[in-house]
């Protein structure tokens, strides 16, 4: 008889024949798995601390929702002052100066010290997604040239080992050539999009609504709802020419969402595929207007076209954009069928394939069948930009994704810590007066609206004020394992929290401070929790990271 042997790994015994796919091993002090908006924070933080990383990215571009997911980042209304970390300052600003040397930018846009070249009106820097990818790519040029960087493009997590209660290895696979690498450190977050390693450590973790007898939020569901996941989206960018014919092949599935009526409550306002959709925060019908020629509004009706828009031409010199260009996430194209964190490997292929398919046939309808303020129907002059996304079918590389699986950590982030009306009611003070719960380790600050989206579980928006908050740092540990920590919106917040900590600055912060934290670990020979139940030992991390340029603090300014 022929023998076997095995490695044990996390519990399971793997034969001989898999060991020679594990040859190439890498070691470091920080493994840094998913390369999104937090992930690569995370990175930079521990690298600038002079720790060995690892980062690992699914796709082919680092930067998430800023680059791979399409999506113009979403920010406070004091974000051009204060209110976010030196390195994402740094980012902003050359984002800016990246249009000012290669682009040709007219002689006032190029003065604009807050340039914002799409001049969209969800952001005061919508931009390209290419730009980002190259401003990411030259923050760690120096780490990876001198070797203290590695990273691993196409790669996702498949496997961990676990001893007691610290991860020893993670392993992953590539996506084009199949082979296994074996990553070990002496710390490991999780930046993946969906908290992928959460489970392959056996670490503990929730995923969608918990039941309001558990958290005692307002806005929390009767019931527990593990599947009741916010939707997510696969943008995409079109330019218009006048004109011209750029319709594409009608979708698979465009009959179906064509008819598609939402089955949300409280209700929705129609078909899906309509200029008509509820408004966040009443859930009351909203007529949207869309002309890509028009200006931002008509008769305050908010132009679709100008909300994400990525280059407004009137920044550039004439002739050097024909149109403008711009990113289409709305809420026409959120997907909320499936969910993709309590979903087989098929189950999740299929809900993915069927996200891509609602946002082809959102475009197949604005370009044949929407109707116009004049009475025409059909914009057939839209025209796919495959290029700025960096794709074949035209779709963003990765789907947005607003919420994960969640680490059951030290601390949890409720409604009524963040929640204008819930810290009202808790504290018994004005709106003037209230601000969010003071955490005494605070490792940053953030700002957004409890905004979740439609969620599989068939819940309408859920669009309600917030105050402007800190991001504690027992929300980044999970309550038992020592070496892994949340380094993006997996961490320890509920269902309803995780709308005002899933956004673009914020989630920069959860991982940055992440990376610096792990990093501190290591140099001072302490464990992350060990820091945390040491006030002179927090003290300590804290004024590591204010000298790093971490805001922790809010002066005193309205909700939002």
Known sequence: ???????????????????????????????????????????LAALRNDMRVALTEETDWLGGQLTAQAVPPDEHPWIEEFGCTRSYRAYRNAVRDYYRRHYPLTGEAREQSNLNPGNGSVSRLTHEPRVSVSVLKDFLAPYAGSGQLTILYRRIPIEAAVDGDRVTNVTVRNLETDERQLISARYYIDATETGELLPLTKTEFVTGCEARAKTGEPHASNEARPANVQSFTF????????????????????????????????PWTGKLLSWSCPTPQTLKKRDLFFDPQAEVSNEHKLNLWAYRRIADPANFVPGAYKSGITLVNWPQNDYWLGDLLSASASERERYLQQAKQLSLSWLYWMQTAAPHESGAHGWKGLRLRKDIVGTNDGLAKYPYIRESRRIEAEFTILEHHVGTEARMKETGKSREEVTAAAFPDTVGIGCYRLDLHPSTGGDNYIDISSLPFQIPMGALLPK??????????????????????????????????????????????ETPRGIRNSRSKLADLQRSLQQQGFELNWPRIHPV
């Open 1 to 43: 008889m022929k023998r076997r042997t095995f490695l044990k790994n996390a519990g399971v015994l793997l034969p001989a024949a898999r060991l020679a796919a594990r040859q190439r091993e890498i070691s470091c002090d920080i493994a840094v798995i998913g390369g999104g908006t937090g992930g690569f924070a995370a990175a």
């Open 480 to 525: 038992r394992v020592e070496n892994l920590l949340a380094g993006c919106k997996n961490l320890g917040v509920t269902h309803i929290t995780n709308g005002c900590y899933r956004l673009h600055p914020v989630e920069w912060n959860i991982g940055e401070a992440s990376g610096a934290i792990a990093a501190h670990a290591i140099k001072t020979k």
């Open 235 to 266: 943008c995409f960018a079109v330019d218009y020419r006048d004109g011209e014919d750029y319709t594409i092949e009608k979708p698979r599935d465009y009959a179906f969402w064509r008819d598609y009526v939402p089955k949300l409550q409280p």
